[in-house]
């Protein structure tokens, strides 16, 4: 579905723009500023389809480009948006280059703990992937195995914490080189997201499937800690999109399934500054 051309543009404009981001840095403004500046600055992902990538026409696209731009609107702005490796979105937001992340943030309490996330807009289940020629129904079926994963990932973690001590655990920059190094044979198995099957697919047809689902996670989106006028606008911009249809719209669009059911509440972590 999503092209190897993709993935690289992907790749090389998450780590390259990365490195340049301080030319067009944005300052850790408020969200009245951002409305006189004129233009939002948006932490994204880059090579994470159909969440986050750059298309063949250069533009970044996706489920997240989709509601970044709706939210861009309910400010009255532009949306500038930044192309970032996974290990680089907290820093680029709490470092003030970018204002705000819509970048498949999985909601850990870790994570809680450097950033502050709004009410849950997304969900994703995160599984092993493997050849299926490979016999991998439960985890002590992979003992021993390579696996690899995007560091610093959900899927780093829900794996590290399953297997990480009968398997070696590899990790790669983000989602593309950790794919690249399945088929590869870099690695036997990956951990993923509910799309890997698609881009494997895309890589290799009909040689790769999903073994073992390991969780649900949901994705917020991330703003500076303790910064209320990011967080009750993005909270309320989440809300009417929920209720107007828009956010089911773009669900459908993108990953063909229907809006699914949020929690209330996640234990240790906030979806609202106090």
Do not use: C, H
């Amino acid at each position: 579905m999503y092209s190897n051309r993709r993935q690289f543009l992907g790749m090389a404009l998450a780590t390259a723009a990365f490195a340049t981001v301080g030319a067009a840095a944005a300052s850790a403004a408020t969200v009245e500023e951002i409305k006189a500046k004129g233009t939002i600055v948006v932490g994204i992902q880059g090579d994470n389809a159909p969440w986050g990538f750059v298309n063949t026409s250069g533009k970044q696209d996706g489920f997240d480009a989709d509601v970044a731009t709706l939210f861009a609107k309910e400010l009255g702005v532009k949306v500038q948006f930044q192309p970032l490796a996974v290990a680089n979105r907290i820093p680029a937001l709490t470092t003030g280059k970018v204002d705000i992340l819509f970048a498949t943030m999985a909601m850990t309490e870790e994570r809680a703990k450097s950033i502050q996330y709004s009410k849950p807009y997304a969900a994703n289940t995160i599984s092993l992937y493997a050849a299926k020629a490979d016999t991998a129904k439960t985890p002590a079926d992979v003992a021993g195995w390579e696996i690899g994963v995007p560091k610093s990932s959900s899927q780093d973690k829900a794996i590290t914490d399953a297997m990480g001590s009968t398997a070696t655990i590899r990790r790669f920059d983000d989602d593309a080189a950790t794919i690249q190094a399945l088929v590869s044979g870099q690695v036997k198995a990956v951990g993923g997201n509910m799309f890997y099957g698609q881009r494997l697919d895309a890589a290799s047809a009909g040689t790769y499937e999903r073994k073992i689902d390991f969780l649900t996670t949901y994705n917020g989106v991330g703003t500076r800690l303790g910064e209320k006028d990011w967080n009750e606008a993005v909270n309320a911009f989440l809300d009417k999109i929920k209720a107007n249809g828009e956010l089911a719209a773009i669900t459908k669009k993108w990953m063909n399934i229907d809006l699914p059911t949020f929690p209330e509440s996640i234990p240790n972590i906030p979806f609202t500054v106090k």
